[in-house]
């Protein structure tokens, strides 16, 4: 199967140097990256567990660009059959195929080297590739919402991000998710129902996702705003600076990581005065799940860290009016120190959240994960484990890292061990660290002592 | 409880004298006319059986339009609060406020008596009320689907009529409905989430409804375009000129209303060109109920009746390629008639369908059953019955009346009543006539020879 | 010379029967009315003196309606040539055609006879003809600069007039002007440069016409948004209602007539409140004009009557900011009694300054020009004296009459009459009655008792 | 005086770094570039000589940028007042403003050494820029004329580049310019009106400038979409990419530098199937002057070379018939060779003409004049001639440069120089070489061997 696409308006512009780096004949690391992104977005609405698995199903899928007189033509071969419609391309995925274009480009071009110890320049590397992509509306009022939660929950957990989705729609917030399926895609779905209803024709449904997940959690074509962030430490900068209100639904590994990641943030002195509203929402039967969660941060993180989770069950509506009321203070507080209203510059984020984590054996293993460290570090060192199981999940190298050499291997203080462990069978045993149907094998081992 | 509303685009243009025409203080018909149609729209989302109900429920309701500097304000006194968010009213809905107010002042001003003869006019009056409102776009090609079905459906045919509209959406096709809940809504929903993901900014959602039906029928927010025309026989020759093609869903009285209202037109032998498909679906457990209606219009109006009704039950892929390809048909003979897309100018219908009919009980029993009269003719009738039927059912007049002098009498020829009889038993037994959770006493009674 | 037009955005859709309305072979009186407005929007840029001229110079035009699928087409024989472009008709004059065909027919459906006594309905009938040509913008704030003053004037004060259009433009206020060229013209095409600097896109450049001078006026281009109304006294309500100030350029007996029409409407005691500045600006040659008419309105109508006079001439610069000024007193006084920013609706304009004169011998020598009447009436009176005198000198009907039965004469009060007299010598003398070029031979005969 | 500016729609995104890079503070090259630039744009209208008068007079102007919760705001300290209108700034200079912070940012931090010998990496360079600006509409079918001529030209001759500004604007041509006033001028302001015409929103009104003309030749607010590229050579390069035909207007030295520039590139072998019009008009009066032109042209560069001028005085509807026909050929051309119709990638320049030459002493000096070159060189080094003329004439650097070690001085082959004197005579006879009322003291200084 053979498929031209016509560029659709904001792509048909690349410059001769650009069409070459992304040539199939370059058979450079950009097109690897490239071909790889595209099939992932191609590949919507085909649940996977890990990457790996589309990688082979489509081994003879090939994308090429072809320079014509009105602009840039994409060529595939051999796509996944479900983005199409009647031989047609759904637009929306096309649109997401040349976000992948548009960013892979301008990272590659701009910022090929991200692993940088000024702080300050990754700052303005995340604002770029978000402006570049342009997703910072400069003159909007605070309405973005991020959303975060699994990619594998319980049909009446979606029901229920669905339908936060919409009281935040009806009250004209916007969603910002992670853009793979479940909770990252239920509350799209909700606000743009109510959007229709209120006659938001603006209405932005942010994805922000990054090369190594974008196979799993492929953008669903609802989401109208993707971008795609050089690694996960950049994603999750984005993610926290184009927040206006933070909501936590339930989840696995992954949901565990950003909820860690945001709290030593939310942490760190400097970050006090900051007005960044967290709650934790799911249905009735997910009670348990978020005293688990709350249990393991005061535990781990103090009571300081505990009381910064808005733990607000069942109750769609009084979520949205919550938050709608919160986005008042977060103007107050913008305005007060002249920070912009859609990217939060002021939030402190120091080296050890910005600097990616590569999730080996070696890493894994010295990962300090003792008491004998500030809340701020441990974590910092909470979130890198978090991180490494993901990878070891569902990530095509961390997949094939456990394969070759057996899970990763993690060792520290004996109680923060236990109640770790006893935070990852409660995920395991509710299903929330593989699609449905599958049997989970941990990708890590956690050492007694 | 009190709400002042800011005109929104598009309605802030009365002249003086149009706003004196909608005062309370008039206390005219056609302020009471605004009133009930206002309250209709805002209270849509409350399912109600009938619109007497809904007429007693907010009995202190009010309405007034007060002038000011930059246009017309709209005062609400004690509405249905389900139209609001938080104290704001939906902006859909206050859409439909403004269609309300243009179309029965333009009905009034220029159409304040359409029972003529002149079969003619009242087509050129449709059109002039169609265009008044927005709705004929002369440059698009044929992409209109009209959707009928019942307002009360199963679950399972509800979800069904979704389907069918997301694979319509999918391919670019837009969708007009009577603008209720059940098979009026799921369409829509369907394709408005498809419009979504082929970015199709400017999908059409038309609701056709009139004053006697719109409390039982409440457009729903997704309608985009709204119409009011000034009775249901006008209404019905709107669907039938908008239409590139049709779609009958399970459904009720309604629903068999149309379906002969639609047959005895296109049995006309002036309309013997037209390309107008006529498609029958519904879920697999939908089958018998296609089988009756099929077998019903058989026995009454023939083969040739029998033979326009395309049954492709539980296949909506199906459904939406087969109508995708079938707009080239009607393109090409729209074209080769130099007709227009939008509006079917060369449709022939005959003044029997045109004039309003009044169902009390002296023209109910009045009217001919037998089969001493030409096959239209009969579709005519057998029409009204059915009109007379909605009306017993859910119309605030009809159902005074019956509630009155008993049910309406129905006499005719002895086999065809038996048919009819067996088909309504048939809509009972199977909850068509009513919400769930109510008792259907019926309207009629068939008088057995 | 054969062109087939297709339909622009907005005119495509015309019922069957409007199409039949404008048949040629109705030879109905509309259709002659249709087939003259649409040969003088076509013949701009052709400078002529009387309508008489254009229409014997294209005895063989012809223009008619073609339905087709995607609307209306329209064809013209033997259009004048100045209206194209290699062979390509010039949009701006397309779109002045398609608001002929609009006001045409609606005008003809609604309003077929308006020499009503009742001075509202004419009122509600004024507006609902601006509304239909959607030149009412209700969400504007007062902005719109009426421009009245000669076709035929010298070059230094056309030039001035532009530059007063830009001053004014530069200030983001619009233009509204009878259309046709000169002192109607200059305002606009200043503008139009000014607002293309302050990047206003929709600035608005508002022509009011009716059928008798549309073809001596025909309207430039650049006037976007062009209203035909029935008649002269309706087009010069309309002017009032819609201006938030009026200039006076230099100009000759049509000036004239709008000056006192204006003024017999100010001094109206029921106006006092009324706020629109009249402002009288011209190049430094044109200050004898201006004391000439401020003289005559003195003499004739009262301190009063010249006190409403703003004579600012050779100060374009300081015009513009007294104007924009003057808005937010504008807004003030409209908020206040609660009136309308786009349509002075509270003006007062009795029912003698609305019902149409016809300007024949007749009517002409029967004016009561004697002092014993109040103000008002004798404005009335006076602007009838002009507009049959611009009748005489351009208007189609008028120049026939005299044509045939000499000048109109005029009689009156001895002092008034010597007054007149001397103020049509000199807009005689200063080459203002006709297009240059040509000589004048006055229409009218002063008796001198 | 001090001013602050909102930003406008598309400027308020800078990055932290971004706005730090432009502080005084920094009090870096940047800054003193910025500053000068903003000045530039802020003084259009004023006619200056040369660009080190500006800088004179306003030595106390300011600008700075303030960073604010919805974007940057600018602040000016004693701007040119002629920017103003009672105290506000016109928007379209405001846009210039906005359009110098994004060049000279995008320029500093991607391209800050642009010198290269790679002439493919210089070609993607100026891509970029553009593309940046978002002037390259890769949709559009060719269309843009670029127009060539003097800044200081008689006003027959003006007025004559309006007229082929509005014929080229009536047939949908839109114009791009050197942007300063005289040739660049006239033909955007004819060309407006011509759109405002035709209903064309979107004319495109280009700007191409550099940092060192700039202020000589100010961007005027017609102008719609300004670049600022890094120096003349890229500016240049820019020009005929774009260009889908060249008009030049008379002219002096800048005229002459971009004649001899576009002859060398279109006398490269290279280029022989490029379709690329060039058409040399003006009126009546100018025709001796384009001989002269003509005949220097054939003397140095030869018959070819001449061949490639098409002059066609005194006749805008003619000029403007046969481009419009030519773009036809553009677009078969560009079809053929599958380049892009709004970049022209596959025309050749060589890196003798992409890299820049510093006109000083020195460097005039060494330039090889002499016929034992190839025709391509010797177009190269003439430009240089000129190019190094204008620096002398109006350029900050240059004219410091003369001052102090007077002029420039040439030497070459003696016929060559015989005809470059009569050339360069002419200019100053014709009063080509500075803005009337001054007296031009020549910059160069012509060995007679």
Request: proline residues 5%; glycine residues 8%.
């Amino acid at each position: 199967m053979r498929v031209l696409l016509n560029p659709l308006d904001g792509m048909n512009l690349l410059s001769q140097k650009e069409v070459q780096q992304l040539q199939k004949s370059s058979s450079s690391h950009l097109y690897k990256l490239f071909r790889k992104c595209a099939l992932a977005v191609l590949n919507v609405g085909n649940p996977i567990d890990n990457d790996y698995e589309v990688y082979e199903r489509y081994k003879d899928f090939e994308i090429n660009l072809l320079s014509r007189e009105r602009g840039i033509k994409i060529e595939l071969l051999n796509p996944p059959e479900s983005a199409f419609v009647d031989g047609k391309i759904i637009v929306g995925i096309q649109e997401h195929l040349q976000a992948v274009i548009r960013d892979i480009l301008f990272n590659a071009n701009k910022y090929h080297d991200l692993d940088l110890d000024d702080s300050q320049q990754i700052t303005n590397a995340v604002f770029d590739i978000l402006r570049n992509a342009n997703v910072v509306m400069p003159t909007d009022f605070p309405n973005m919402i991020v959303c975060w939660g699994g990619h594998s929950i319980k049909d009446e957990e979606y029901q229920y991000t669905k339908e936060v989705g919409y009281q935040l729609g009806l009250r004209g917030l916007n969603i910002c998710t992670g853009c793979g399926p479940g909770a990252m895609k239920g509350p799209m779905k909700g606000a743009a129902l109510a959007h229709a209803k209120q006659r938001i024709n603006d209405g932005r449904y942010l994805g922000l996702t990054e090369p190594s997940i974008i196979a799993a959690e492929a953008p669903n074509p609802i989401v109208n705003q993707l971008v795609i962030l050089p690694d996960i430490e950049k994603r999750l900068e984005a993610f926290v600076r184009v927040a206006h209100a933070i909501i936590i639904f339930p989840g696995g590994a992954g949901t565990a990581e950003e909820l860690l990641y945001l709290l030593g943030i939310m942490l760190n002195p400097n970050n006090k005065e900051q007005v960044l509203p967290i709650v934790l929402t799911g249905p009735k039967s997910s009670i348990p799940y978020f005293e688990k969660i709350a249990e393991f941060v005061e535990i781990t993180l103090g009571k300081e860290a505990r009381n910064l989770l808005n733990i607000m069950p069942d109750d769609s509506v009084s979520v949205a009016q919550f938050l709608k009321e919160k986005m008042y203070d977060v103007r107050e507080q913008r305005r007060n120190v002249g920070d912009a209203y859609q990217y939060n510059w002021s939030l402190k984020i120091t080296n050890d959240f910005q600097k990616s984590f590569e999730p080996n054996h070696k890493n894994m293993a010295e990962l300090n994960l003792n008491t004998n460290q500030d809340t701020v570090s441990l974590a910092a060192n909470l979130r890198r484990v978090f991180s490494g199981i993901v990878a070891g999940n569902i990530k095509d190298q961390g997949v094939q890292a456990v394969k070759e050499k057996g899970p990763f291997v993690l060792d520290g203080d004996g109680e923060l061990m236990a109640h770790m462990d006893e935070l990852l069978q409660a995920f395991v045993s509710q299903g929330r660290m593989k699609l449905p149907g599958s049997v989970y094998t941990p990708c890590y081992k956690i050492l007694k002592n």
